[in-house]
């Protein structure tokens, strides 16, 4: 049934469970706009949603009416209903996420844009991640009806009929820039890739340290893209040969960039529940995880979402990708850092992780660790040799305090 306004849509609705509302650019942005400007709608609802920092910039608990969200990632837009305790987080795994929302979330609904039209289905366009958990899960669903989102060449359609409810409505999806590189991030990206050969499967994250090693890549050939998320730079290296084809779950750029990569028929798209599978990924050969990483210890234990005690990410796909790399036969895992933070007047190659900073990747997952100053191999090192490995990729200013203080953390061991 198409409506023309958000709260006929929402009638639709049942139980008191949450309600899933798509993140990426999949947000129904005509929808959080309608949140925004009737305070009673929706009143009482939970949402929940896989809401991305730098990309999903609304907060749907904003302007009263008793909503509260569950959220895997800590977003600037939720830092204050974080604050204020009217958004929850959730510890999770992008696998478990998935898993979560099919099977015991108990949604009583799901939000999200989809394309026009075509033959009787909607296509989930560039936005293939979360979403169909939600229609496994078989919750009422709204869409958002929205020519601005493209028909995926590959990826999941959905006859018009399983909808509960549509509402035609024109926005412009979500983007995202990385920005410029800087001198050490290109240096990053080019560590990185010293480390990809031809043949090798990669994976992605999403920000400067994709588009360094994507830039690091040009000329290289005989590479494949598997990932969940992927901005324009991939792009680029899909259409200048470096990679044969590309499996993902979400594409975020621009709008040229949206239709473009959603009309290449080298590109498909696919839900978390294979881009993140750990069956899926231990299948691939030579699968290359490279993902960002906030501060690493001198155990090898990575801290991926708190900054000086204050939690400002989340878990996302990074566990699941690092074992999945490590598990896949020829496979390797990198995690990628600047060697500072703070104009270079902290390290982030650290002692150990602060107590305010619960662990993201165990030291036992741990493979390569790669900064400016070089790459670190710790898969099957003695705790002495990641000691001295990470010390050595370490800011130059930073090792000798690095190395005594692991002296110290040594002798305190055995003594």
């Known amino acids: 049934m198409t409506v023309g306004k958000w709260a006929d849509a929402l009638s639709c609705l049942g139980g008191?469970?949450?309600?899933?509302?798509?993140?990426?650019?999949?947000?129904?942005?005509?929808?959080?706009?309608?949140?925004?400007?009737?305070?009673?709608?929706?009143?009482?609802r939970?949402?929940?949603?896989?809401?991305?920092?730098?990309v999903n910039n609304r907060d749907p608990t904003a302007g009263g009416g008793r909503r509260h969200a569950l959220a895997t990632f800590a977003t600037p837009a939720l830092s204050g209903a974080i604050a204020d305790r009217r958004a929850s987080l959730q510890p999770m795994h992008y696998s478990t996420t998935f898993d979560w929302l099919e099977q015991h979330a108990?949604?009583?609904?799901?939000?999200?844009?989809?394309?026009?039209?075509?033959?009787?289905?909607?296509?989930?366009?560039?936005?293939?991640?979360?979403?169909?958990?939600?229609?496994?899960?078989?919750?009422?669903?709204?869409?958002?009806?929205?020519?601005?989102?493209?028909?995926?060449?590959d990826g999941?359609?959905?006859?018009?009929?399983?909808?509960d409810r549509l509402i035609e409505a024109e926005t412009a999806l979500p983007e995202f820039d990385a920005g410029e590189l800087s001198d050490a991030?290109?240096?990053?990206?080019?560590?990185?890739?010293?480390?990809?050969?031809?043949?090798?499967?990669?994976?992605?994250?999403?920000?400067?340290?994709?588009?360094?090693?994507?830039?690091?890549?040009?000329?290289?050939?005989?590479?494949?893209?598997?990932?969940?998320?992927?901005?324009?730079a991939s792009l680029t290296r899909l259409e200048d040969g470096c990679f044969e084809a590309a499996t993902i779950g979400v594409a975020i750029g621009d709008a040229r960039f949206y239709d473009k990569f959603a009309s290449e028929r080298r590109v498909s798209f696919r839900p978390v529940s294979h881009t993140h599978s750990a069956a899926v990924l231990i299948s691939i050969q030579r699968l290359v995880s490279v993902n960002s990483i906030l501060e690493v210890d001198l155990f090898g234990q990575g801290n991926g979402e708190?900054?000086?005690?204050?939690q400002v990410t989340g878990?996302?796909?990074?566990?699941?990708?690092?074992?999945?790399?490590?598990?896949?036969?020829?496979?390797?895992?990198?995690?990628?850092?600047?060697?500072?933070?703070?104009?270079?007047s902290e390290s982030r190659i650290v002692p150990d992780?602060?107590?305010?900073?619960?662990?993201?990747?165990?030291?036992?997952?741990?493979?390569?660790?790669?900064?400016?100053?070089?790459?670190?191999?710790?898969?099957?090192?003695?705790?002495?040799?990641?000691?001295?490995?990470?010390?050595?990729?370490?800011?130059?200013?930073?090792?000798?305090?690095?190395?005594?203080?692991?002296?110290?953390?040594r002798a305190r061991m055995t003594g």
């Open 106 to 153: 108990g949604l009583s609904g799901a939000v999200f844009q989809v394309s026009a039209p075509r033959d009787g289905h909607v296509s989930l366009g560039v936005a293939a991640d979360f979403t169909p958990a939600a229609v496994a899960a078989k919750a009422p669903l709204i869409g958002q009806v929205n020519p601005a989102m493209p028909f995926a060449a």
């Open 156 to 163: 999941p359609t959905l006859p018009v009929e399983r909808f």
């Open 185 to 232: 991030y290109l240096a990053i990206g080019a560590n990185v890739a010293d480390l990809i050969r031809e043949g090798d499967t990669v994976q992605f994250g999403l920000g400067k340290l994709q588009d360094a090693v994507a830039k690091a890549l040009s000329g290289r050939r005989g590479l494949t893209l598997h990932g969940g998320m992927i901005s324009p």
């Open 16 to 44: 008191d469970g949450p309600v899933y509302v798509a993140g990426c650019c999949g947000e129904p942005t005509s929808f959080l706009d309608a949140l925004d400007e009737d305070p009673e709608l929706a009143r009482g």
């Open 46 to 54: 939970v949402f929940t949603g896989v809401w991305i920092p730098g």
């Open 306 to 310: 708190f900054v000086r005690g204050r």
């Open 315 to 344: 878990h996302g796909g990074l566990l699941d990708f690092v074992r999945g790399a490590g598990a896949s036969p020829g496979g390797r895992s990198i995690l990628a850092l600047p060697a500072t933070y703070a104009g270079g």
């Open 353 to 409: 992780l602060d107590a305010d900073a619960p662990v993201t990747v165990p030291r036992s997952d741990v493979d390569w660790v790669v900064t400016e100053h070089g790459a670190a191999r710790l898969r099957h090192a003695t705790i002495d040799e990641r000691a001295e490995r990470l010390v050595a990729i370490a800011a130059p200013a930073f090792r000798d305090a690095l190395w005594n203080a692991w002296e110290k953390a």
